[in-house]
C-alpha cells in the first residue's frame, strides 16, 4: 500500500477530500455532495479515499478522469472490478485507456465543453482545455464561498503542464491559459499533482507568480525553464 496524505476543503453544500498518493505525487480528489461522490482520476492505492467516503457515509457515483496518461488512469481497472459506475472523460483522450480492462472501456461515458454533470446538490462543469493532450478537460463547481477548478496537467501550483507528450500543443495550450485567466481571480486550483509550494492555489496568485501561467507567445513559453 501506497503512503497517503491528505486535506479537507468545505463548501456549504459539498466537500472537497485531497490524496496524494504514489510516487509521481498525484493528487486523487473525492468531491462529496448530499451522500454523494465522484473520484477525479485515480491511483491503485483506493484505500485512501475509501476510508474517507466510508466516514462520509457517500456513495460512489462515478470516476472523473481529467485526462488518460498513465498516472491519471492507473487505479481505473481496480475501480472497475470494485465499483459498478461509469469513467467519465473526453474522447480526445480515450488513446489512454486501450489497454485497460473491457469493464473499464464498457462503462466510458464521453465528456463535451459545457456538459454538466449533477452530483447530489450542485453541478459540476466540464471545461475542455486541451494543450497538455488533446482531450484533458478541467472540472468547474461554482460554490458559494468560491469557484473549484480541478485542473489534471493543465496547471500546477506556480507552473503549468507540458506540452511535448502526444497529442500535446504549445499554440493549443495557450489558448487554454488564456482562458483560465478569465475565470474569477478568486477561483481555487486544484492540480493533478504537487508540484508546488502549497498544495492548491487560486487564479489571483498564478497571475501574479507564475511566468508560465501568463505566457502569451510560444516563443515566450517554450523559453521558460
Given at each position: 500500500m501506497q503512503a497517503s496524505y491528505s486535506a479537507r476543503y468545505e463548501d456549504r453544500l459539498f466537500c472537497i477530500d485531497q490524496h496524494l498518493i504514489g510516487s509521481m505525487r498525484n493528487f486523487v480528489y473525492l468531491i462529496t455532495s448530499d451522500k454523494q461522490s465522484f473520484i477525479v482520476d485515480s491511483q491503485k492505492d483506493l484505500s485512501a479515499w475509501e476510508k474517507t467516503r466510508d466516514e462520509l457515509g457517500s456513495t460512489l457515483k462515478g470516476v472523473l478522469l481529467t485526462h488518460?496518461?498513465?498516472?491519471?488512469?492507473?487505479?481505473?481497472?481496480?475501480?472497475?472490478?470494485?465499483?459498478?459506475?461509469?469513467?467519465?472523460?473526453?474522447?480526445?483522450?480515450?488513446?489512454?485507456?486501450?489497454?485497460?480492462?473491457?469493464?473499464?472501456?464498457?462503462?466510458?461515458k464521453y465528456l463535451n465543453e459545457g456538459d454538466k454533470l449533477r452530483l447530489g446538490k450542485i453541478d459540476i462543469e466540464i471545461l475542455h482545455t486541451p494543450g497538455h493532450s488533446a482531450g484533458e478537460c478541467c472540472f468547474l463547481i461554482r460554490g458559494e464561498k468560491h469557484w473549484h477548478l480541478f485542473t489534471g496537467d493543465t496547471v500546477f501550483v506556480g507552473n503549468v503542464g507540458r506540452t511535448d507528450l502526444e497529442t500535446g500543443?504549445?499554440?493549443?495550450?495557450?489558448?487554454?491559459?488564456?482562458?483560465?485567466r478569465a475565470l474569477p481571480a478568486s477561483t481555487v486550483i486544484y492540480p493533478g499533482h504537487d508540484y508546488g509550494a502549497t498544495w492548491t492555489t487560486t487564479i489571483e496568485r498564478e497571475l501574479r507568480e507564475s511566468a508560465a501561467f501568463t505566457a502569451q507567445t510560444v516563443a515566450e513559453f517554450d523559453a521558460l525553464p
Open positions: 488518460t496518461h498513465h498516472d491519471h488512469v492507473a487505479g481505473v481497472d481496480e475501480l472497475a472490478e470494485k465499483y459498478d459506475v461509469p469513467f467519465y472523460l473526453h474522447r480526445g483522450d480515450i488513446r489512454g485507456l486501450n489497454k485497460k480492462s473491457q469493464l473499464v472501456q464498457s462503462r466510458t500543443s504549445t499554440p493549443v495550450m495557450l489558448q487554454t491559459l488564456a482562458r483560465l
